[in-house]
């Protein structure tokens, strides 16, 4: 198994990654030695992997590092970089290796001093490996002081220093940044694809599996977790059931009202988990007692982590309210498809008797708003309106048509 293998649906992306993984050796020399890079070269030091969401950024790039630190010795015979077996692969894809950093944030944004910090490592020699492998998976979430702090490091990178950054698509990357870096977009994988690796992979049952990979149509983590978490499960039903209950006003705001204690309290479940834990292990390094007081200075640092907390827990409600969001669109892009009369396949075939009642109901042009409505309730979301006031006014859409 090749740390290839996990890319599914990429086999351009795949060969352009390897190409550039075999010349990134030749690179390495070059450095060491102090000679002129050969012409032709496919490797560069700075990455920008686009894609929608489920398409893989992240694992595109994790595989790429691997492949840069992978020390097979078939790589001398002319073996594909990426065996998937050795100790530069394995640890690189399991996140131990010393030279492959990965930043991820489950906060709104990345602020300027997260970034030096990141800058700072940037600029070490590599420990163990060919090269110190830096990947940034939410590279969209750079503030602009953040992104300017960043520019420089990948303009004028450490000589075997590789920047590998993820975002959606390239308007959400500072202009400066994403010119610096070779563009690689992912597409969403096939449905069916999916379901291979949900079987192959997770053993999932190929019945729950093709349901699960056609429901979220083709985004992998999704599915994964559509197959294997009961409670998504249910949240999903529960919200494929609300075009049924927004015929009143009264409605409309129960609907939206239940849809952000949902969200709110799937928050506060993945945030407990964490917090206190996070917590008890501040307070014990900062000498703190069980019970008792903290030691005198500690009252800013406690402070930090509170609001760190608390922007972490924003950040899941707005995770959750926007899965709810994307399959709200995917049930009404169903109904369009039926009012048409189109031969796609229908994403959500286990809630089809309800497809057909709204399908008969209405109109294509009232469904076409229906979906302009969500799609303006995203953006205000992302514009940090009122949750509650941004759902409520899409429910109201919803019912108006």
Request: hydrophobic content about 40%; glycine content about 8%; some cysteine.
């Amino acid at each position: 198994m090749t740390v290839w293998d996990d890319l599914v649906g990429q086999d351009r992306v795949q060969e352009q990654l390897a190409a550039a993984a075999r010349d990134a050796d030749v690179l390495v020399t070059a450095i060491a030695t102090g000679e002129p890079v050969p012409p032709g070269s496919k490797m560069t030091h700075a990455w920008l992997f686009t894609g929608p969401p489920g398409s893989g950024r992240s694992t595109a790039a994790r595989a790429f590092a691997a492949a840069l630190q992978c020390t097979s010795p078939d790589r001398a015979l002319g073996g594909i970089p990426g065996c998937g077996f050795c100790d530069g692969c394995h640890t690189s894809l399991v996140g131990t290796h010393a030279d492959v950093d990965v930043i991820r944030t489950d906060l709104l944004s990345i602020g300027v001093k997260e970034t030096r910090e990141l800058v700072r490592r940037a600029q070490l020699s590599p420990a163990i490996g060919r090269w110190q492998v830096i990947i940034l998976e939410d590279a969209d979430r750079l503030t602009e002081g953040a992104g300017n702090v960043l520019l420089k490091a990948v303009e004028e990178p450490a000589p075997r220093t590789v920047w590998l950054l993820c975002a959606p698509s390239l308007e959400d990357v500072l202009p400066t940044i994403r010119s610096r870096c070779r563009h690689l977009t992912l597409r969403t994988p096939s449905v069916d694809a999916v379901a291979d690796v949900l079987i192959r992979r997770d053993g999932i049952d190929p019945e729950r599996a093709a349901s699960a990979a056609r429901a979220t149509q083709g985004h992998i983590g999704r599915a994964r977790r559509l197959a294997t978490d009961e409670r998504a499960r249910a949240r999903r039903a529960a919200v494929l059931k609300l075009p049924l209950r927004i015929d009143d006003v009264g409605g409309c705001l129960k609907a939206a009202q239940e849809l952000i204690d949902t969200a709110t309290e799937e928050a506060k479940q993945v945030s407990d988990e964490v917090d206190g834990k996070e917590t008890e292990d501040m307070r014990a390094a900062l000498g703190g007692v069980a019970g008792g007081r903290m030691p005198r200075g500690t009252a800013g640092v406690m402070k930090e982590l509170e609001d760190r907390q608390k922007r972490r827990k924003t950040r899941s409600q707005r995770d959750s309210l926007d899965l709810a969001l994307t399959d709200l669109t995917g049930f009404y892009r169903d109904v369009l498809a039926l009012q048409l009369g189109s031969r796609i396949a229908i994403a959500n075939a286990d809630a089809e008797d309800t497809l057909d009642r709204i399908a008969r109901s209405s109109t294509p042009e009232r469904t076409l708003r229906r979906i302009e409505a969500v799609i303006a309730c995203r953006r205000a979301l992302d514009r940090n309106v009122s949750p509650l006031l941004a759902v409520e006014a899409m429910t109201m859409a919803l019912r108006a048509g």
